[in-house]
């Protein structure tokens, strides 16, 4: 398994593309701390990097990765390995990388200029939502037969979890103006990955007071040690899941 | 023999004051016998020691000196001091240990209809009530430091605290820890000038049905729910500061019910809201900073003739937030750093309006459990789209005369 | 050694496999041959286990293989198309198959000194033709002395020599005792080596007989020609 892991890290750090997304990580978050005035500014032009940016080329850059390496799993399949073990370190590898770019072009930067909780608090969620979206875009790949279909899959859940769940929430807010929200919220935002990272990262920003009641409620919930781990835990389902079910799709997947 | 006393005292009291010393080798043991000896117009010296006086009275215009603060304790049964007569002063006393009661509101010093009062230099710690004026008139209160450990708003009174009194002035005193960091109501004339109120669990100023009222140069900083101003005219608030007024429903400065007003030269900073305006009338708000709020300005639909003219308006997250259409206000001329705009014909205004209040705003204001959407893809994108196509946001809430850069206060 | 019984596959609507069963033992060389979209493919496939049948079973050396996919330590398949990381040079994917396979104490290695494919070692994989493409899937196929040789259209674009050379390599691998299935256009080219034909259409095994059988019943001594017989008569 290691083997295989590592044929697919030194594969894909020489990716071109990879290069550049580290590249333009580090420009960029350079670029953000020293223009901004504040460090706290700086750590808010980065959460939107990380909210963004870092779920969009991980989501892609997998699914695109995978089909390319249609024929390479072929290989491997062939060989004495077991299917799991091929599909698991093809995750690891892109995982893996994927994190160290996050790392490398913006998580060391951030803890530079904001060696803090906060720091901490983006950089940890930032390469917990790398790895998530690349075991979403494990789990497209292997749905969808067709390249052209997997990637536009791919860029639709992306879409969807950065921007039509949030759209959905606010649907549903409105319909349900009239009964107290907040707790069914915190519910809800268990189910996007990118929500709750953005909601554990602006609570250690201390701008929950910011968002009246809807924060208290929430800082009651994900302020806790407890609902800390809750949220760790189920950011670590979200790679748990995607991945096992891409597993058992790729067992019975005829190549 | 009784006339003859009679001039005898006026004689004294017109030619000279007595001096009354209290301490261990002095011939006063007590304050309160000292004072029960002393006549109008005598000072009494009361010398470095600790001192359990119950409730000490004082009846006659006299002077009441501490040498390094002697400490008046009241056992947390009795009020320290209670001033009951015209033209007293107390000046360089610490006093501890005030009494606690949900009936009576026990002070440290507490003033009983009262002219002429002089409360300086006085460390109070722990107390109740710090200073208490009740119909006091042209009273002076200043360089005090008060100090306690509220826990509830129930279970603990205010620092300053004046009730139906008139042209009091309050200066330089430190508050802190209290339930109120001063409390004026129906208080006229008066001003508060260069106080410091932190740490104190609900205002650092309360203020209620007083009019005519200036407060100058304080510094407000970190109260429970920061300044509340209600229900008042003819408020002057001018170079104060504001400051992490921070927390679920902590405001820089609360207006409720005010009408001709200044708030002017104050400097908001890191507050949840820095003003949140409710019925307020006629107010002009003008040469302001607003750095890094939550909210720089909350003004709510109810809010009338306000005036926003050259604030500067820095890091705020949202710079204007409200609940209606806002036309009854005006803004002019502000420094917003959001603004994106540009000035062709380089007179330092912006040549396009600015439009401070954004679509998300006015979403949350209205229904506020939409604030867990806070900056989201989705609400960023909503203000980018409303700033290019105004649909919900009023359309004549806008400064005409953006600047281009800010105003250097 | 391989035994498919009752194998049948679907994609879509496309019966690939109709309820094909086969054996194939040791020291055979089976020729699978079949107009386009006869199942070959789908059939070699399922041996390695890179499509999973929707019903029916294969077993080798006694083992389903479907929980036992050790199996294929055991089989040197060479695919139609052979693609490997565009990345990679020769050298690379070649030490990299040794290093993943280290189940495999020795290396046949006889194929790459034939083919004569060291001075190409750094050479990427996507600057390869499809010739030297399929020389390298046919050395990684030889490379770890299995038992049993799965070729999928072995001889095409290959040139002439190198085909000689393969055919030869595939002979010597037979004395040794060893399965060889082979699926061809070709025919011709497999007139020297099958000891067997499994004839398919349309997912269905038409017949598998011994050549010596095929040319008493058809009277042809060429494959070709007696398959083209099959063909007409059927």
């Given at each position: 398994?290691?083997k ?8 894909i ?9 580290t ?16 460090p706290s ?10 909210l ?25 399949v ?20 994927l ?37 979403i ?47 069914p ?13 953005r ?15 809807t ?37 019975n997947?005829?190549? | ?35 029960a ?175 005519e ?19 008042s ?16 429903a ?39 900073v ?37 036309v ?21 205004e ?8 954004s679509?998300?705003s006015m979403?949350?204001e ?44 | ?14 019966k ?15 020729a ?28 080798f ?12 330590a ?20 070649l ?17 790459i ?10 050479k ?22 299995p ?8 001889t095409a ?5 190198a ?72």
């Amino acid at each position: 398994m290691q083997k295989i892991i590592k044929y697919v890290i030194t594969d894909i750090l020489r990716n071109k593309i990879m290069l550049a997304y580290t590249a333009f990580l580090l420009i960029l978050s350079f670029s953000i701390f020293s223009l901004e005035d504040s460090p706290s500014k700086g750590l808010l032009s980065m959460l939107n990097i990380v909210l963004i940016i870092v779920p969009l080329m991980s989501i892609i850059f997998s699914t695109i990765y995978i089909y390319n390496s249609a024929e390479f799993i072929e290989l491997l399949v062939s060989q004495p390995l077991r299917r799991k073990t091929i599909w698991l370190s093809l995750f690891a590898g892109l995982a893996g990388s994927l994190s160290i770019a996050f790392l490398a072009g913006a998580g060391i930067v951030v803890l530079i200029y904001e060696p803090s909780i906060t720091g901490l608090m983006i950089t940890v969620t930032g390469v917990f939502l790398s790895v998530i979206f690349s075991a979403i875009a494990m789990l497209a790949a292997v749905t969808t037969r067709d390249k052209a279909k997997g990637i536009g899959t791919a860029i639709l859940l992306w879409l969807y979890f950065s921007l039509l769940f949030d759209g959905l929430v606010l649907f549903l807010l409105f319909q349900f103006s009239d009964y107290p929200m907040e707790k069914p919220m915190i519910l809800v935002s268990l189910f996007n990955p990118i929500d709750l990272s953005r909601i554990l990262i602006l609570l250690k920003m201390d701008i929950s007071a910011m968002m009246g009641y809807t924060g208290a409620i929430f800082k009651d919930f994900f302020g806790t040690g407890t609902g800390i781990l809750i949220s760790f835990i189920v950011l670590l389902l979200w790679i748990v899941l995607p991945v096992g079910l891409s597993v058992r799709k790729f067992n019975n997947k005829d190549l | 023999m009784k006339i003859l006393t009679l001039i005898f005292c006026c004689c004294y009291l017109g030619s000279f004051a007595r001096i009354l010393k209290v301490g261990r080798q002095q011939p006063y043991a007590s304050v309160t016998a000292a004072v029960a000896a002393a006549d109008n117009g005598d000072t009494v010296i009361v010398e470095k020691g600790v001192y359990f006086e119950k409730n000490l009275v004082i009846g006659k215009s006299i002077v009441l000196k501490g040498i390094d603060h002697p400490v008046l304790d009241a056992e947390k049964k009795y009020e320290n001091i209670s001033v009951r007569s015209n033209g007293v002063t107390i000046d360089g006393f610490l006093l501890q240990h005030t009494g606690v009661s949900s009936i009576v509101d026990f002070a440290a010093i507490k003033i009983y209809n009262s002219r002429n009062v002089t409360v300086i230099n006085n460390i109070i710690n722990d107390a109740f009530f710090g200073i208490y004026s009740q119909y006091g008139i042209h009273c002076l209160i200043k360089n005090n430091t008060l100090s306690a450990k509220a826990k509830n708003e129930q279970e603990s009174g205010n620092g300053i605290h004046c009730w139906k009194s008139d042209s009091m002035q309050i200066i330089a005193n430190t508050i802190s820890g209290h339930r109120d960091g001063i409390y004026f109501e129906f208080v006229t004339h008066s001003v508060i000038w260069r106080n410091n109120s932190f740490h104190n669990i609900r205002y650092g100023l309360h203020f209620m049905f007083s009019n005519e009222d200036a407060y100058i140069s304080n510094i407000f900083e970190n109260n429970g729910a920061g300044v509340a101003v209600m229900f008042s005219k003819g408020v002057k608030m001018f170079n104060n500061y504001f400051k992490e007024n921070w927390g679920d429903a902590a405001y820089g400065i609360l207006l409720k019910e005010i009408n001709d007003s200044y708030i002017e030269n104050n400097h908001f900073e890191k507050n949840t809201s820095a003003i949140y305006a409710e019925g307020a009338n006629r107010i002009l708000m003008k040469k302001n900073v607003f750095k890094n709020n939550g909210w720089a300005v909350k003004i709510q639909a109810s809010c009338s003739e306000v005036t926003l003219e050259e604030n500067n308006f820095l890091e705020n997250t949202f710079d204007i937030g409200t609940n209606g259409s806002l036309v009854l206000n005006r803004f002019n001329k502000n420094y917003w750093d959001k603004y994106e705009g540009y000035d062709l014909n380089k007179d330092g205004e912006g040549d396009i309006p600015y439009r401070p209040v954004s679509l998300y705003s006015m979403i949350a204001e209205k229904n506020p459990p939409v604030m867990i959407l806070f900056r989201s893809f989705i609400t960023s994108l909503m203000d980018k789209t409303e700033k290019v196509i105004p649909s919900l946001t009023p359309e004549n809430l806008k400064d005409d005369h953006p600047l281009m850069k800010p105003l250097p206060l | 050694m391989i035994i498919a019984t009752n194998v049948t596959k679907k994609f879509g609507r496309l019966k690939a496999l109709d309820n094909v069963s086969v054996t194939c033992n040791k020291g055979e060389c089976i020729a699978l041959v079949g107009p386009n979209g006869s199942g070959k493919t789908t059939l070699i496939k399922s041996i390695l286990g890179m499509v999973v049948p929707d019903s029916g079973f294969i077993t080798f050396n006694g083992n389903n293989i479907l929980h036992h996919w050790k199996y294929r330590a055991q089989i040197g398949y060479m695919p139609q198309i052979g693609r490997y990381p565009d990345n990679m040079t020769i050298g690379q994917v070649l030490d990299m198959m040794k290093d993943i396979r280290q189940d495999s104490p020795t290396f046949d290695e006889d194929l790459i000194h034939t083919f004569d494919l060291q001075p190409l070692y750094k050479k990427r994989m996507r600057t390869l033709s499809g010739g030297t493409r399929q020389k390298v899937s046919a050395c990684i196929s030889f490379l770890f002395n299995p038992d049993v040789l799965i070729l999928d259209e072995p001889t095409a674009g290959l040139d002439p020599v190198a085909s000689e050379q393969l055919k030869e390599k595939i002979i010597l691998e037979k004395k040794k005792g060893k399965l060889v299935m082979i699926t061809s256009h070709v025919l011709s080219d497999l007139d020297e080596l099958v000891t067997q034909v499994i004839y398919m259409q349309d997912g269905v095994l038409r017949f598998h007989k011994p050549i010596e059988e095929i040319r008493t019943d058809t009277g042809e001594q060429k494959l070709a020609r007696a398959i083209a017989h099959y063909m007409q008569h059927s």
